[in-house]
């Protein structure tokens, strides 16, 4: 294992694909949940829109938590 930075974002980094994918997947999954949290009131579709609504926020942490979004943020410090 070498001690240049860029190897191990490299192997961090996440790929285009995955990107557009939860792009897209973390909208839905918000809408959807909202929809089946709102509109039923089953207790079996309230865990279910409660449990999409998790999702949806754990697909945006993985957003935001990827090694090159968070890299932008070293280029603004000063």
Known sequence: ???D?????AV???SPERQRLLRRLTPTLL???AIVLVVFE?????????VLLLAAVACG????????FLAGDDDETE
């Open 1 to 3: 294992m070498s001690g």
């Open 12 to 14: 961090h980094a996440m």
């Open 61 to 68: 942490v993985v957003m935001i938590a990827e090694p090159g």
């Open 42 to 50: 089953s207790t079996v579709t309230l865990f279910l829109g409660v």
């Open 5 to 9: 930075p860029s190897a191990s974002d």
């Open 31 to 33: 809408v959807v949940g």
